[in-house]
């Protein structure tokens, strides 16, 4: 599990883990995947742009021998930003329109596994240790 985290990991940053009922663990991960620019220029007096970016969830189910018995994926809305540029670029309006941490439910909700089903088909959670 450590090279799926690592700084050359292309499954991005581990998110959260949760261990299951059966012992098996649920690592998540997110990268940036997509992005999309659209603009407009009219005649260099007024223009836009448009940035948008999406992040790949990858979900990866481990057994308690550390071997992947399955993965899922989705994916979300990145970061956005609308701009407007008048007078050729000297006045300069952008609205960053950065996505809010979703909740991981949002993120469960957004994923599939290799075989279409919901990740939550992969078991239920332990019960937290209560001291």
């Known amino acids: 599990m450590a090279r799926l985290s690592g700084s050359d990991a292309t499954f991005g940053p581990l998110i959260g883990?949760?261990?299951l009922a059966d012992g098996m663990t649920i690592y998540r991960h997110m990268a940036?995947?997509?992005?999309?620019?659209?603009?407009?220029?009219f005649a260099g007096l007024v223009g836009s742009s448009t940035l948008s970016q999406n992040n790949r969830l990858s979900y990866f189910l481990v057994g308690t021998d550390g071997i992947v018995k399955d993965w899922a994926t989705?994916?979300?809305?990145?970061?956005?930003?609308?701009?407007?540029?008048?007078?050729?670029?000297?006045?300069?309006?952008c609205n960053d329109m950065r996505q809010l941490q979703a909740s991981?439910?949002?993120?469960?909700?957004?994923?599939?596994?290799?075989?279409?089903?919901?990740?939550?088909?992969?078991?239920?959670?332990?019960?937290?240790?209560?001291?």
């Open 17 to 19: 883990e949760t261990r």
């Open 32 to 41: 940036p995947s997509a992005e999309t620019q659209t603009g407009t220029n």
């Open 74 to 93: 989705g994916s979300v809305q990145g970061r956005a930003s609308d701009c407007v540029q008048y007078i050729g670029g000297i006045i300069n309006g």
């Open 104 to 131: 991981r439910e949002l993120y469960d909700m957004r994923v599939t596994t290799k075989a279409g089903q919901p990740f939550s088909s992969w078991g239920e959670a332990a019960a937290p240790v209560v001291n």
